[in-house]
C-alpha cells in the first residue's frame, strides 16, 4: 500500500501539469486562432499516397490522403 501512495505522490502531479498545460495550450491556439494539423500539413505540400514507415521497431503502412 506504500508503494501505491509513493507513486500517487510522483505520478498525480505531472498528470495534473500535463493536463493543465495542455488545456492552456488549447486555450491559446484557440485565441490566436491556430491550427497545427492544418499548418503542417500545408507546409507538407502535395499528398505522397501510401508509404510503409519505421516506426518503433515495427513498419506500418501509412497513408498521406491530406484527411
Not at 30 to 42: E, F, I, N, Q, Y
Request: charged share 25%.
Amino acid at each position: 500500500m506504500w508503494a501505491l501512495t509513493v507513486a500517487a505522490i510522483y505520478v498525480i502531479p505531472f498528470l495534473l501539469l500535463g493536463y493543465a498545460g495542455k488545456r492552456l495550450a488549447d486555450r491559446w491556439m484557440d485565441r490566436k486562432g491556430l491550427d497545427l494539423s492544418g499548418g503542417v500539413r500545408a507546409q507538407l505540400g502535395p499528398s505522397r499516397g501510401r508509404r510503409w514507415v519505421f516506426l518503433l521497431g515495427a513498419w506500418r503502412a501509412e497513408r498521406d490522403d491530406g484527411g
